[in-house]
């Protein structure tokens, strides 16, 4: 992975914690992380 992208994906869960992110900000958010559960399980 890039540091770009890792910072990238890094300032998406800072956002998303913080609660700055709109409804369908936050649901794209959930949608990405449960990908990269789903993938690291398999």
Same mark, same amino acid.
């Given at each position: 992975?890039?540091?770009?992208?890792? !910072?990238?994906?890094? %300032?998406?869960? #800072? +956002?998303?914690?913080?609660? !700055?992110?709109?409804? %369908?900000?936050? #649901? +794209?958010?959930?949608?990405?992380?449960?990908?990269?559960?789903?993938?690291?399980?398999?």
């Amino acid at each position: 992975m890039t540091m770009a992208r890792t !910072e990238d994906i890094e %300032a998406k869960l #800072a +956002a998303y914690v913080d609660g !700055e992110l709109d409804d %369908a900000q936050r #649901a +794209a958010e959930i949608q990405r992380m449960r990908e990269v559960v789903a993938r690291s399980c398999n």
